[in-house]
């Protein structure tokens, strides 16, 4: 199929360096408030790459859930395979595709669990089946059917039926803390403004990057 007739213009809508606050997380911020003003469809929603054993990349849609000036946090399975793939080379990237606003962001860093703590609040403050469903899925793994899952949900929820659903073990967050943030605004003529925030010395160095 050729899809060479898929082509749209940018906007004039640029990026300047004058524009960008000095702190990415801050710029973060604002582009996010932004993307949330507008409705857009799930703007937390984040491609989380890492890389296993072999070198082999992978990639999946999972759901920011918190931010701050110490990382971005997301939860999962810590037997899935991102987590495996996480406990055997930290290093990943996020990517924030608001292509309505004509925008992207990256963010590249480290990715550590967060504390037990940390992660019970969370899940505490999540929908029951929400709790629920964490203990049923062993994310990742081979299973017969749906209906297996429905099973397995069904006896779940009898058993934690009486009382407050506990946080599993196997389930918690990961903290990324960024080490680069670039920040991408569509051009017209495929001149696209990107700048990007780099850690130095415990500063931010912001450089401007052709498209």
Same mark, same amino acid.
């Given at each position: +199929?050729?899809? !060479?007739?898929?082509?749209?213009?940018? &906007?004039? #809508?640029?990026?300047? #360096?004058?524009?960008?606050?000095?702190?990415?997380?801050?710029?973060?911020?604002?582009?996010?408030?932004?993307?949330?003003? +507008?409705?857009?469809?799930?703007?937390? !929603? +984040?491609?989380l790459a890492t890389v296993? &054993?072999?070198? +082999?990349?992978?990639?999946?849609?999972?759901?920011?859930?918190?931010?701050?000036?110490?990382?971005?946090?997301?939860?999962? =399975?810590?037997?899935s395979r991102k987590a495996?793939?996480?406990?055997?080379?930290? #290093?990943?990237?996020?990517?924030?595709?608001?292509?309505?606003?004509?925008?992207?962001?990256?963010?590249?860093?480290?990715?550590?669990?967060?504390?037990?703590?940390?992660?019970?609040?969370?899940?505490?403050?999540?929908?029951?089946?929400?709790?629920?469903?964490?203990?049923?899925?062993?994310?990742?793994e081979v299973i017969t059917?749906?209906?297996?899952?429905?099973?397995?949900?069904?006896?779940?929820?009898?058993?934690?039926?009486?009382?407050?659903?506990?946080?599993?073990?196997?389930?918690?967050?990961?903290?990324?803390?960024?080490?680069?943030?670039?920040?991408?605004?569509?051009?017209?003529?495929?001149?696209?403004?990107?700048?990007?925030?780099?850690?130095?010395? &415990?500063?931010? =160095?912001?450089?401007?990057?052709?498209?």
């Open positions: +199929m050729d899809l !060479a007739e898929f082509r749209k213009e940018y &906007s004039d #809508r640029g990026l300047s #360096r004058t524009e960008l606050d000095g702190d990415p997380v801050a710029q973060f911020t604002a582009w996010f408030s932004q993307a949330t003003a +507008m409705k857009l469809h799930e703007p937390n !929603a +984040m491609t296993d &054993s072999e070198g +082999m990349p992978y990639q999946r849609t999972v759901l920011l859930k918190y931010f701050d000036e110490d990382g971005f946090v997301f939860f999962t =399975n810590y037997g495996e793939q996480i406990k055997g080379n930290p #290093r990943v990237s996020l990517l924030f595709p608001w292509i309505t606003l004509e925008r992207q962001v990256i963010i590249q860093g480290l990715a550590e669990k967060i504390s037990t703590a940390e992660s019970l609040k969370y899940f505490c403050s999540r929908p029951r089946e929400s709790q629920i469903g964490a203990w049923v899925s062993n994310q990742s059917s749906r209906k297996f899952l429905l099973q397995k949900l069904a006896e779940i929820g009898e058993k934690f039926h009486n009382g407050e659903v506990p946080l599993p073990s196997f389930w918690g967050g990961y903290r990324v803390r960024p080490t680069s943030l670039e920040f991408w605004q569509g051009g017209p003529a495929r001149l696209h403004d990107r700048f990007i925030y780099r850690s130095e010395n &415990s500063a931010w =160095n912001i450089s401007r990057l052709s498209p």
